[in-house]
């Protein structure tokens, strides 16, 4: 939240990450898309090496490894946040003049947040496909970075829309799980 605020803050600053830095071919570079091509691949990195940890399985967590460094740890929160804060920013920016309403957005959101962050984590804790699931939205949202930041504009529509039925059709899997018995599918003869 206040890294957020502080980039609310600093509009100026963020104002200068739209101006072309260099360019590519005929795509001009601004530090915006650095940002956003970085923590989009970031994500797609950090996303798939988790999903290749809990397919792995036992055999996965029998080999010793180091555990991450709280450095480590922290530079991965920090930039998470900062791809994330930038992007929210910059939409703020575009769509609100006034600091005050925006920096009431964001510390909103915030809260928003915070209470709901221990009730979904145990949701998500208590059923795994739901956590693998989370884990192919970090994908698809480390896809949608690394295209912003490339030049490609992905309707955010799009992937709202993907990501809504993929969770309509998970919580249909859980809701079917439930039952006692289970559930099994005709094998209708076809018509002709």
């Known amino acids: 939240m206040v890294m957020r ?16 830095l260099f360019a590519i071919a005929s795509f001009e570079v601004t530090g ?8 989009g691949l970031f994500l797609l990195g950090k996303s798939t090496q988790e999903i290749h940890d809990k397919l792995e399985g036992a055999q996965a967590q029998e080999k010793p490894g180091r555990a991450p460094s709280f450095g480590s740890v922290l ?19 575009g769509m609100v003049d006034q600091i005050g309403v925006m920096i009431a ?17 145990a949701f998500v804790e208590r ?19 690394v295209a912003e930041g490339a030049g490609f504009h992905i309707p955010k529509g799009y992937t709202y829309f993907a990501m809504a039925f993929s969770v ?16 099994h599918l005709r094998n209708a003869a076809p018509r002709i």
Request: glycine share 4%.
């Open 127 to 145: 059923h795994p496909t739901i956590k693998m699931l989370a884990l192919s939205f970090l994908l698809l949202i480390g896809v949608n970075l």
């Open 75 to 93: 530079a991965q929160v920090l930039l998470l946040d900062l791809v994330f804060s930038l992007d929210s920013v910059i939409t703020a920016v």
């Open 32 to 39: 915006r898309a650095l940002i956003l091509f970085a923590g």
């Open 168 to 183: 309509f059709v998970e919580m249909l899997n859980l809701r079917i799980r439930k039952r006692t018995a289970a559930v």
């Open 5 to 20: 605020i502080a980039l609310l803050l600093s509009i100026t600053w963020i104002t200068r990450l739209t101006q072309p």
């Open 105 to 121: 957005a964001v510390v909103i959101a915030v809260l928003f947040m915070m209470l709901f962050a221990g009730p979904i984590s």
